[in-house]
């Protein structure tokens, strides 16, 4: 059974409820690991059971974790309400708080992935050759305007999507795709000093 891709789109009380070392996690370790209590979250991620019970509650409150309703006793079974977030910064920039909450995030999914992928550079060496040559990293850069890179994340979504509503084939693991796009020019930042930007095919390329 393949897990509904239900995105949820982070409102502002959303960013700032999840931008907390121990909620990010919980709500990773739900996500991969499935329901879970929050006795067994603290166990694994070495922290206790009620401020784990506390940040759970947090995040349920803005729908980014529910309960079962299958845990036994007053053991509660908490869930991921959803299989993935995404946001649009340009939504949360009014709300300063907001803004910064996402900055937050942003790079704690960074640390988060120099932590991963690190971990695999440590013990790559152990798996069979064939999952060796198959992993790895890659970039690439391209030329276009917003409505185009938009476009090009939604068919790369949709190859995504693909591979995880598919059956698993004999010998599959799971594996983590991280993405990222950004300017190759940071700084230099369109319209900046009053110059207008480039007509299209005007852009200088190495």
Known sequence: ????????SLTPEAVKVLAHPLRSRLLGALRIGGPATA????DALSTNTGATSYHL????????????GDGAGKQR???????????E??????????A????WLERDYLRLFTTDFGHWLDVAEAWPTDWQDATGQGD????????????????????????????P??????VHFWQAAFPLEPDDVPGAGGEPDAAPGETDRP
Do not use: C, I
Request: aromatic share 6%; net charge negative.
């Open 1 to 8: 059974m393949t897990a509904p891709q239900d995105d949820f």
């Open 39 to 42: 006795t067994t979250l603290a």
């Open 57 to 68: 509650r947090k995040l349920e409150s803005v729908g980014l974790v529910a309960d079962t």
């Open 77 to 87: 079974l908490w869930r991921a309400a959803t299989s993935s977030h995404s946001w």
């Open 89 to 98: 910064r340009s939504e949360l920039a009014h709300d300063e708080d907001a």
């Open 100 to 103: 910064t909450a996402l900055g």
């Open 140 to 167: 690439a850069w391209v030329t276009v305007n917003p409505e185009q890179l938009k476009a090009l994340r939604q068919e790369l979504d949709a190859v995504l999507e693909r591979y995880h509503d598919a059956e």
């Open 169 to 174: 084939a004999p010998g599959a693991r799971r």
